[in-house]
């Protein structure tokens, strides 16, 4: 498998625009449509619970190009949040008892307002989570002390670790991330990260490296610590996390024909209960630009919040957030199958 | 009519559960003791999802080497583990063909001077 190093964008390929991957998604539709396979449960239109989580995306800068990237993040991008925006996300959660703040990007640390942004999420007792590429940490001398940074604002650390073999994390994240990665796991170990008693949470991501679902999270987890061990690599939990098929994971799915074959698993697997329990009903997706969605990949397909709540975080009105319906499509399918899937992995 | 190009077509394994519509009782049956081996027990469904690979190859099924190839990749096993599981396999058969050999030298024994 070889991997990009240029975004969609970047290569002008079609898929980069939101609109075009939501026509597709619509278009190509296996058997029920989501509404309709909502509607057959009786949970259509699905709804918020409230807000347990406020995801701030602060920019599509990375220094991966991940082939799986729902985001199309890379280097070439360069949307990343301005402190101003940063600074109304912070009005927003002054007066509520919001109790995460989720920081994903992107890389979040490259953005160079991200530990202002932190060190004023934590002074309002936010719990701060960061959801950390690991290479990051090794890819210039001034993040190799993130990790003692994470650790002096208490960051639950969530990295991305695909697979415990080289073959299968660099085919999927590019040439060399999986040595990169063990390496900047000890450094996080090394400081207290995933140790028993730290009380510092290191909990990885693991998604499939291809066109096939996440098995049993337990099982994979139980995998993950025995392989992680022979380079003495601890951690907390393990994620399963399944792909959606929006951006670069369509394309991939799209340029090896695998997509059809890939809805119809996804569509085979609806679980009723996962889709109940979809992180969409407890989430805030807070764009680069401060645009407001129902989840990180509503974001990507430009499916802002419902009419009747608002848009834009200036506008931040949480009673209305709270009421809003979701706003639902094709690549909800990715969330409710098997176990179901969310940010902080199985569901149901 | 289904079109009978080749004895195996990829879309027929997902018609396996149909099977119970000549023959309900029976084929229901099967598939809750096929439910009941998979679960995890004293093996993991990762290490039962390996024997199935090998044994994919011992029977030589295509269906079942399409559907545990794809069942060893989702419950995390690595190509090394799968490659292992189908020499075990091969292995074991080979072994079986040679172990034989034993008869065969004990009648030539028998046979000659
Ligand atoms: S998946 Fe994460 S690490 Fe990879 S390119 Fe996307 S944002 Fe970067
Ligand atoms: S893709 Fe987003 S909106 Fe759709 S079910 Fe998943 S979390 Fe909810």
């Given at each position: ?11 002008g390929?079609?898929?980069a625009?939101p ?7 619509s278009?190509t539709s296996?058997?029920?449509?989501f ?7 009786g ?28 985001v ?20 927003a ?66 990295s ?38 730290s ?33 003495d ?22 340029d ?5 074959s ?15 329990g979809?992180?969409c009903?407890?989430?805030l ?8 969605y129902?989840?990180d ?18 506008n ?7 009421n ?25 | 009519m289904a ?6 077509n990829?879309e027929d ?15 229901k ?32 099924c ?6 545990y190839?794809?069942?060893c ?19 074991i ?6 172990v ?12 000659t001077?």
């Amino acid at each position: 498998m070889k991997t990009a190093t240029l975004s969609l964008q970047k290569r002008g390929n079609k898929l980069a625009s939101p609109s075009a991957q939501v026509d597709f998604l619509s278009h190509t539709s296996i058997g029920d449509s989501f509404e309709e396979k909502l509607q057959n449960t009786g949970i259509f239109p699905l709804t918020a619970t409230g807000v347990d989580i406020f995801q701030v995306n602060v920019g599509k800068m990375c220094n991966q190009v991940c082939k799986h990237c729902h985001v199309d993040a890379g280097p070439d991008r360069k949307e990343i949040m301005t402190r101003e925006t940063m600074q109304l996300c912070l009005d927003a959660l002054k007066g509520t008892d919001i109790p995460t703040v989720d920081l994903t990007g992107g890389a979040p640390e490259m953005n160079p307002n991200f530990r202002w942004f932190v060190e004023e999420l934590t002074a309002m007792g936010k719990h701060v989570l960061v959801r950390c590429n690991l290479t990051i940490i090794l890819a210039n001398p001034k993040y190799h002390d993130l990790p003692e940074f994470f650790k002096k604002h208490q960051v639950e650390v969530v990295s991305s670790l695909p697979y415990f073999t080289a073959r299968r994390t660099d085919a999927q994240r590019g040439e060399g991330v999986f040595e990169r990665s063990i390496k900047a796991l000890q450094m996080l170990n090394e400081v207290g990260y995933g140790k028993e008693g730290s009380g510092l949470t290191l909990n990885l991501v693991y998604n499939p490296t291809g066109s096939f679902l996440p098995g049993d999270q337990a099982g994979l987890e139980t995998e993950f610590k025995r392989r992680l061990k022979t380079y003495d690599i601890e951690f907390n939990n393990l994620f399963a996390i399944t792909n959606l098929p929006v951006s670069r994971f369509l394309e991939y799915l799209v340029d090896n024909d695998q997509y059809e074959s890939y809805m119809e698993k996804l569509v085979n697997a609806f679980n009723p209960a996962a889709a109940m329990g979809v992180m969409c009903r407890n989430t805030l997706s807070i764009g680069w630009d401060g645009y407001l969605y129902d989840c990180d990949f509503n974001q990507m397909l430009d499916l802002k919040l419902e009419p009747n709540a608002p848009n834009h975080i200036k506008n931040f009105d949480l009673g209305k957030i709270n009421n809003r319906e979701i706003v639902i499509n094709q690549h909800c399918f990715g969330c409710t199958a098997g176990a179901g899937s969310s940010c902080g992995g199985e569901t149901a | 009519m289904a079109e009978n190009k080749s004895y195996y077509n990829p879309e027929d394994l997902k018609k396996f559960g149909k099977v119970t519509e000549f023959q309900e009782e029976m084929g229901k049956k099967f598939f809750d003791y096929y439910g009941s081996v998979f679960k995890e027990g004293a093996l993991t469904a990762r290490e039962k999802a390996l024997i199935a690979l090998a044994v994919s190859h011992t029977v030589q099924c295509p269906y079942c080497i399409d559907a545990y190839s794809s069942d060893c990749l989702e419950k995390g096993a690595d190509e090394e583990q799968m490659m292992e599981a189908v020499h075990v396999a091969v292995a074991i058969r080979g072994g079986a063909s040679l172990v034989h050999g034993t008869q065969m030298m004990n009648k030539v024994k028998d046979l000659t001077m």
